[in-house]
């Protein structure tokens, strides 16, 4: 019988994704996926699975990693040990990824001679996500170590093994939530775009270059700054990484204030919806009701009797109607720390509106 409280271990989960020092690796990741294929003509059915795909991949990598790390301290090596050599992986990593979107900002398809698993772009795919799930975790554990060995490793002592499995899959699907939700919502935009905006097809490369090499040189500062820190603790403080734990800091106390659970269900539902969405027109007869019933129960019971409507579409309408005032703060105070966010959900949103309006419009002059 599981008598452990599985609320703690989600919301580690969902913050963990956003850890101040694997929070670079999120703009990295997302880099990488539009970067990939954009070349290919997928329909709406393969972009939903294959976003799903991955992002189960990425956090059953990193999950694996820290259940490792767990088993590892608790056994072979120290927490000390451990943090005094992540440092020089995380600068290794950054120095790996600001010239890979280098080359591929100039048109060059980098290839890995060592990672030749298979056949196929699949399976060469699985392996560069496990990877990129593999690198997220080893840069994240200068933070989010010391929290998961106490909470998550640590129950398998305290509450024994059924608790402790459920405690870590607590802790792994909160961090799927974000990685999940963050990389469906992409696929399923970046499918549409492609599809109705043909001439910004050429750019999704360069976009993932970009951000390729904006977390590399931010990984390459934070590993720099946890080993300025090691050597001599009185070390001055670095501004950038200052700058980027400020926003992951407003960004956990943000998801503590609304509820690491509730948040959660919100993200799970999203992309429980954009998956049927997805996948949608491959379904026929009683499979497309069955899936589209299902999500409409969810949503009942989640949305109107549970949280009385303040699960997501109040939010989402509050948010929307507040947005005018924030475009504003953005010429007011600039240097708020919710305005570079802002500034990106503004333009993703709107390419997407456009995208979609002139795709309904091309479908309706055929």
Not at 232 to 260: C, E, K, Y
């Amino acid at each position: 019988m599981i008598d452990v409280s599985l609320a703690l271990p989600f919301t580690l989960g969902i913050v963990t994704a956003v850890n101040p020092f694997g929070f670079a690796m999120l703009p990295t990741w997302l880099g990488y996926f539009v970067g990939r294929d954009t070349a290919d003509g997928e329909a709406r059915p393969e972009q939903a699975l294959r976003g799903l795909s991955v992002s189960l991949t990425l956090t059953t990598a990193f999950v694996l990693v820290f259940g490792l790390l767990g088993l590892a301290v608790n056994t072979v090596v120290s927490e000390e040990a451990v943090a005094s050599r992540t440092p020089w992986v995380t600068v290794a990593l950054g120095i790996a990824f600001v010239p890979w979107g280098l080359a591929l900002l100039a048109g060059r398809q980098v290839r890995i001679p060592f990672l030749k698993p298979g056949r196929g772009p699949r399976t060469r795919e699985f392996w560069s996500v496990l990877g990129f799930g593999a690198s997220y975790a080893v840069v994240s554990i200068g933070c989010a170590a010391p929290i998961f060995l106490l909470h998550v490793a640590g129950s398998f002592g305290r509450d024994g093994v059924v608790d402790g499995i459920a405690t870590y899959l607590a802790f792994a699907a909160g961090m799927a939530a974000v990685v999940t939700s963050l990389t469906l919502s992409l696929a399923m935009a970046r499918g549409g775009l492609a599809r109705h905006l043909r001439r910004l097809l050429p750019h999704f490369d360069r976009i993932g270059a970009v951000f390729l090499m904006l977390g590399g040189a931010s990984l390459i500062v934070y590993g720099d700054s946890q080993l300025r820190v090691l050597r001599n603790p009185g070390v001055g403080s670095n501004p950038i990484v200052d700058a980027v734990t400020d926003l992951q800091s407003h960004l956990t106390n943000w998801t503590m204030q609304v509820g690491g659970l509730r948040l959660g269900l919100a993200l799970w539902l999203v992309v429980g919806t954009l998956v049927v969405w997805g996948i949608g027109p491959a379904l026929v007869g009683r499979f497309r009701r069955w899936a589209w019933g299902s999500v409409a129960v969810a949503w009942v019971v989640a949305e109107g009797i549970v949280h009385r409507g303040d699960l997501v579409v109040v939010p989402v309408g509050r948010l929307a109607l507040d947005w005018p005032a924030r475009i504003g703060n953005w010429f007011d105070d600039p240097w708020r720390w919710a305005t570079p966010l802002e500034a990106l959900l503004t333009v993703a949103v709107v390419l997407t509106a456009y995208g979609t309006v002139r795709g309904a419009m091309a479908g309706r002059r055929r």
